[in-house]
């Protein structure tokens, strides 16, 4: 049982772990505890609450069967297959378990329904929750039964290509960042981005109703770079752990300084995209904003040097940053200084916490 949980679960949360922190930024710290309630309220007694929740349930168990199918065909995972020298009841309890443990954002998530229903006194209406538990679990035990009856003993050297790029990948170190991004973090690059993008738009809305000087959007704006945390996280890892041998290389810090910059500099543009788009801005305000939100996301990003990636404290630094940035924005100091500071931050520490 270790085994699994080990090998299967635990690899699941921790290669999502960007995802899952981006959807708890946007869960938290985009809808208030009021909306949270209108949303669970909607799936109790909505005339199809309860479908869309599966709906959107199915889609998380069926991320999880394909992870679990995908990820016990690498070579790594040939030991897995000794499960069907287990009993068939050892086995199907195993898989439960393991079910259970992809699952856990799911029943979490029933809990809170449970404490709604509770408090609105509508327990009546949690009962279909139940069966979408057996159904979600059945998928991925169904899916891990398929993967031992079916090995794959071996590693595809070649794979036929229906699309054929007319271009040669560049070589380019921010290219291949992005091109791993898309490629093997793509659920993470979508919650990220469209929870920033949302932020975006919802406060650039707000500021078109009423006049409004540069400390609304400033507020707003900090908070979608922000999101983008859990992308910055990702491309940390990306260098730390996927693309070990590059630190290896005689590059001097400024060019790898340059590289982060232009990195993160190309992350926030959709965000300020949206910003534009939704508000009636001057150029040289968007340049404000976009500054602001390069320097916050570039001084994050040199958190993850000094701790050696994402504690357990991270969240904690983040929201407690946030904070302070909103106090020193609304006591009017200037936009560009407050980036200033931030990037003067970053070049003086990067050369030290680099090296860690």
Same mark, same amino acid.
């Given at each position: 049982?270790?085994?699994l949980?080990?090998?299967?679960?635990?690899?699941?949360?921790?290669?999502r772990?960007g995802?899952?922190?981006?959807?708890?930024g946007?869960?938290? *710290?985009?809808?208030?505890?009021?909306?949270?309630?209108?949303?669970?309220?909607?799936?109790?007694?909505?005339?199809?609450?309860?479908?869309?929740?599966?709906a959107?349930?199915?889609?998380?168990?069926?991320?999880?069967?394909?992870?679990?199918?995908?990820?016990?065909?690498?070579?790594?995972?040939?030991?897995?297959?000794?499960?069907?020298?287990?009993?068939?009841?050892?086995?199907?309890?195993?898989?439960?378990?393991?079910?259970? *443990?992809?699952?856990?954002?799911?029943?979490?998530? *029933?809990?809170?329904?449970?404490?709604?229903?509770?408090?609105?006194?509508?327990?009546?209406?949690?009962?279909?929750?139940?069966?979408?538990?057996?159904?979600?679990?059945?998928?991925?035990?169904?899916?891990?039964?398929?993967?031992?009856?079916?090995?794959?003993?071996?590693?595809?050297?070649?794979? $036929?290509?229906?699309?054929?790029?007319?271009?040669?990948?560049?070589?380019?170190w921010?290219?291949?960042?992005?091109?791993?991004?898309?490629?093997?973090?793509?659920?993470?690059?979508?919650?990220?981005?469209?929870?920033a993008?949302?932020?975006?738009?919802?406060t650039?809305?707000?500021?078109?109703?009423?006049?409004?000087?540069?400390?609304?959007?400033?507020v707003?704006?900090?908070?979608?770079?922000?999101?983008?945390?859990?992308?910055?996280?990702?491309?940390?890892?990306?260098?730390?752990?996927?693309?070990?041998?590059?630190?290896?290389?005689?590059?001097?810090?400024?060019? $790898?300084?340059?590289?982060?910059?232009?990195?993160h500099?190309?992350?926030?543009?959709?965000?300020?995209?949206?910003?534009?788009?939704?508000?009636?801005?001057?150029?040289?305000e968007?340049?404000?904003?976009?500054?602001? *939100?390069?320097?916050?996301?570039?001084?994050?990003?040199?958190?993850?040097?000094?701790?050696g990636?994402?504690?357990?404290?991270?969240?904690?630094?983040?929201?407690?940053?946030?904070?302070?940035?909103?106090?020193?924005?609304?006591?009017?100091?200037?936009?560009?200084?407050?980036?200033?500071?931030?990037?003067?931050?970053?070049?003086?520490?990067?050369?030290?916490?680099?090296?860690?």
């Amino acid at each position: 049982m270790k085994m699994l949980l080990l090998s299967t679960v635990f690899v699941f949360f921790r290669q999502r772990a960007g995802t899952f922190f981006v959807l708890l930024g946007i869960l938290f *710290g985009f809808l208030s505890s009021v909306e949270h309630h209108a949303f669970a309220v909607f799936f109790l007694t909505g005339s199809n609450g309860m479908a869309y929740l599966f709906a959107i349930w199915l889609l998380y168990a069926l991320l999880c069967a394909q992870f679990v199918v995908t990820i016990w065909k690498q070579p790594e995972y040939t030991f897995i297959y000794r499960a069907r020298m287990w009993p068939s009841l050892m086995r199907l309890r195993r898989f439960v378990l393991m079910a259970f *443990g992809l699952l856990q954002p799911l029943l979490y998530y *029933g809990i809170y329904l449970l404490t709604i229903a509770v408090q609105d006194d509508i327990l009546q209406r949690l009962w279909p929750i139940f069966p979408f538990y057996l159904i979600l679990s059945v998928i991925i035990i169904l899916s891990a039964e398929w993967r031992i009856r079916n090995p794959v003993l071996y590693v595809p050297v070649k794979s $036929r290509a229906y699309i054929r790029w007319p271009f040669r990948r560049p070589v380019s170190w921010i290219y291949w960042s992005f091109e791993w991004l898309f490629r093997e973090r793509g659920v993470t690059l979508l919650a990220g981005k469209l929870g920033a993008m949302l932020v975006a738009a919802g406060t650039m809305l707000y500021y078109s109703t009423d006049i409004y000087d540069i400390r609304l959007p400033a507020v707003g704006l900090s908070l979608a770079y922000l999101l983008n945390v859990g992308l910055s996280l990702e491309l940390y890892q990306w260098e730390s752990q996927v693309w070990l041998w590059g630190r290896s290389l005689p590059v001097p810090a400024r060019v $790898r300084f340059g590289r982060m910059i232009v990195l993160h500099a190309l992350l926030i543009v959709p965000e300020t995209l949206v910003a534009v788009r939704n508000a009636p801005l001057s150029f040289f305000e968007v340049m404000q904003l976009y500054f602001l *939100g390069l320097g916050i996301l570039v001084t994050s990003h040199l958190y993850f040097y000094k701790a050696g990636g994402l504690p357990e404290s991270g969240m904690q630094v983040f929201l407690f940053g946030f904070a302070a940035l909103t106090v020193v924005i609304l006591y009017k100091v200037p936009l560009l200084v407050i980036a200033g500071c931030f990037l003067l931050v970053s070049v003086y520490f990067y050369p030290r916490w680099y090296k860690q």
